[in-house]
């Protein structure tokens, strides 16, 4: 994709499946990337693989200070910030059972970790002319999801934190946008199924128009495309990368007058 040869980004949780995708995804294109993760074997392992245009930097997004070391590492390793991924968060979520130290850790990082890398480069993306954010939301933004309450409402904070972000970045020439993936694989399902993918799909398939849950390098892809040059006059939107999930509604994909004459 043009536009992202040379630049630099950081990517938010990029040591694991999607996030490891979306850091692949910018390597091949020729971008150097950082990755900010807690997870030291999986980013370094990442790393080590793509080499010496990509640097792990361990980073807990509840922490100011390491935020702040993350970007000195990526602006003195590679010469300035023009792009920031969000992805990174926490699927701390027992409903009504949670604790308000588990509302608090989750909004901590899933939303305000976010924040605070975004004011750590601002001023390294100016320096640059400008840059691009895409923030992780999820279609569990959109919708009631059984038993789930704060992975959902940290992630609908998240669609409207982007909109006010590109309103007040715009002068700045920084765009910001968000992705809102559907069922993809990722490091959840893979614990959650001991890695049987078409389990999975068997599981989460109906609840989308392509009857299949999504690849990690389906949104990454959509991801390198808010950044690049074809995006150039796309801010303050969402991008649902969910395989039909957002637009197929409670009847899914199934007629369902024919059943009353069953």
Same mark, same amino acid.
């Given at each position: 994709?043009?536009?992202?040869?040379?630049?630099?980004?950081?990517?938010?949780?990029?040591?694991?499946?999607?996030?490891?995708?979306?850091?692949?995804?910018?390597?091949? #294109?020729?971008?150097? *990337?950082?990755?900010?993760?807690?997870?030291?074997?999986?980013?370094?392992?990442?790393?080590? #693989?793509?080499?010496?245009?990509?640097?792990?930097?361990? $980073?807990? @997004?509840?922490?100011?200070?390491?935020?702040?070391?993350?970007?000195?590492?990526?602006?003195?390793?590679?010469?300035?910030?023009?792009?920031?991924?969000? @992805?990174?968060?926490?699927?701390?979520?027992?409903?009504?059972?949670? &604790?308000?130290?588990?509302?608090?850790?989750?909004?901590?990082?899933?939303?305000?970790?976010?924040?605070?890398?975004?004011?750590?480069?601002?001023?390294?993306?100016?320096?640059?002319?400008?840059?691009?954010?895409?923030?992780?939301?999820?279609?569990?933004?959109? *919708?009631?999801? $059984?038993?789930?309450?704060?992975?959902?409402? &940290?992630?609908?904070?998240?669609?409207?934190? $982007?909109?006010?972000?590109?309103?007040?970045?715009?002068?700045?020439?920084?765009?910001?946008?968000?992705? !809102?993936?559907?069922?993809?694989?990722?490091?959840?399902?893979?614990?959650?199924?001991?890695?049987?993918?078409?389990? &999975?799909?068997?599981?989460?398939?109906?609840?989308?128009?392509?009857?299949?849950?999504?690849?990690?390098?389906?949104?990454?892809?959509?991801?390198?495309?808010?950044? !690049?040059?074809?995006?150039?006059?796309? &801010?303050?939107?969402?991008?649902?990368?969910?395989?039909?999930?957002?637009?197929?509604?409670?009847?899914?994909?199934?007629?369902?007058?024919?059943?009353?004459? #069953?």
């Amino acid at each position: 994709m043009d536009g992202l040869k040379s630049k630099v980004s950081i990517v938010t949780g990029g040591a694991t499946l999607i996030g490891a995708a979306v850091v692949r995804a910018f390597q091949r #294109e020729g971008a150097k *990337v950082v990755i900010a993760d807690v997870n030291e074997p999986g980013g370094q392992a990442v790393a080590k #693989e793509l080499g010496k245009d990509v640097l792990f930097v361990k $980073t807990d @997004l509840a922490d100011d200070a390491q935020i702040a070391t993350c970007v000195e590492r990526a602006v003195s390793t590679f010469g300035g910030v023009d792009f920031l991924v969000n @992805l990174a968060c926490v699927y701390i979520d027992d409903a009504l059972n949670s &604790t308000r130290k588990d509302w608090l850790d989750s909004y901590n990082v899933n939303v305000v970790g976010g924040v605070m890398m975004l004011k750590a480069v601002r001023s390294h993306m100016i320096k640059r002319g400008g840059g691009a954010v895409v923030n992780f939301g999820s279609i569990s933004a959109k *919708v009631a999801q $059984t038993g789930r309450w704060l992975y959902p409402v &940290t992630k609908a904070a998240i669609l409207q934190l $982007t909109r006010n972000e590109a309103m007040d970045l715009a002068g700045d020439k920084i765009r910001v946008n968000s992705v !809102s993936p559907g069922w993809t694989w990722c490091r959840l399902m893979d614990d959650l199924t001991h890695g049987d993918k078409a389990k &999975t799909n068997r599981v989460g398939g109906p609840f989308h128009l392509l009857g299949r849950v999504g690849e990690p390098e389906e949104v990454a892809q959509a991801v390198l495309f808010l950044c !690049s040059s074809h995006a150039s006059f796309i &801010t303050g939107t969402d991008l649902a990368v969910d395989g039909g999930y957002s637009a197929m509604g409670p009847e899914m994909a199934a007629p369902a007058i024919p059943k009353l004459m #069953e």
